[in-house]
């Protein structure tokens, strides 16, 4: 057990209760920006990593906390779930709270990974590159996976989906938050023609030390680029400080296995104060269950110890 996480506050869906699908950082990219640090697996290989029967048992035991969505998203990349069509329909049985899908849409150019995705109620995948060379810079995708390839399969999933599909571009300083290749991006979105285009960039540690982030002023100026005007989403402060989301030490834990946290994420994604959340990190990083990275942006992350915490699905 332990596929399910959350409801978490999230920037865009409300409540959000996530549903992990694949193993840690099993994905069709190796991004620099990525929070989760360096793909370990890296396949275009569909299979059902995890037991369908738990995930939806499992899922029965949470429902009852009324997200605001279901999200199926997380560690990796989602559609590598051959299951995830099944999955869809299970869900959709069980209950009126829409699904959400996050994921990098790379997958799309497939036919079957389109069809499996059409009980979705939205589809959130990104774009965060314009042309081959920023690509592969940017993304470092699975040799088999090309910048055509890739943006045809998000042209034809908006074409042929039903249900709400936006569009999350992350803009990287250096790299393409310059006019050239904000332009480049802007003009792959107008072919793709979602329903909404989002914009983010690096708030917390990424996989490689030069990835940059974007401050908000020249977001707003990328944002102007896309017609209609992009939504600017990074940065997101919004706290949902309900009675519910109490937390534990162990309930820290497993909001810092999912990506590396500040003390204000902990805070706000649990709904407690500060000053209970450094209570926890700091017994944690006693018994040395995680550990305090270099501080980006003059905040303070904590991450699991390397080699401390191996999923145990």
Partial sequence: MGYIFGPVPSRRLGRSLGIDLVPLKTCTYDCIYCQLGRTTCKTLQRKKWFSLDEIVEELREKISS??????????????????????????????????AVLTNGSLFWQKDVRRELMGANL???????GNPVMF???NRPHRDISFEQML???????????????????????????????????????LIK????????????????????????????????FVPRAAVIADYRDIHGKAEF??????????????????????GGLGIHPNEAAKHVGELLAIGRIEQLLPVGGKSFFRIS????????
Wanted: net charge negative; glycine share 8%; aromatic share 6%.
């Fill in 66 to 99: 009324s997200p605001d969505y279901i999200t199926l998203a997380g560690s990796g990349e989602p559609t590598l779930y051959s299951r995830i069509g099944e999955l869809i329909e299970k869900i959709r049985s069980m209950t009126d709270i829409p699904v």
């Fill in 123 to 129: 589809v959130i995948p990104s774009l965060d590159a």
């Fill in 136 to 138: 592969q810079a940017v």
């Fill in 152 to 190: 045809e399969g998000l042209i034809a999933m908006k074409y042929e989906f039903r249900g709400l599909y936006w569009l999350e571009v992350f803009f990287l300083g250096g790299y393409t938050a310059i006019p050239g290749e904000g332009q480049a991006i802007a003009r792959c979105a107008r």
């Fill in 194 to 225: 979602p329903d909404l285009v989002q914009l983010n960039t690096v708030t917390r540690p990424p996989s490689e030390d030069y990835a940059a982030g974007v401050c908000r002023t020249h977001l707003e100026k990328l944002a102007g680029l």
């Fill in 246 to 267: 109490t937390a534990t030490r162990d309930t820290v834990l497993e909001m810092i296995k999912r990506r590396p946290c500040s003390i204000e994420d902990i805070a």
């Fill in 306 to 313: 390397p080699g401390r915490e191996s999923p145990t699905r």
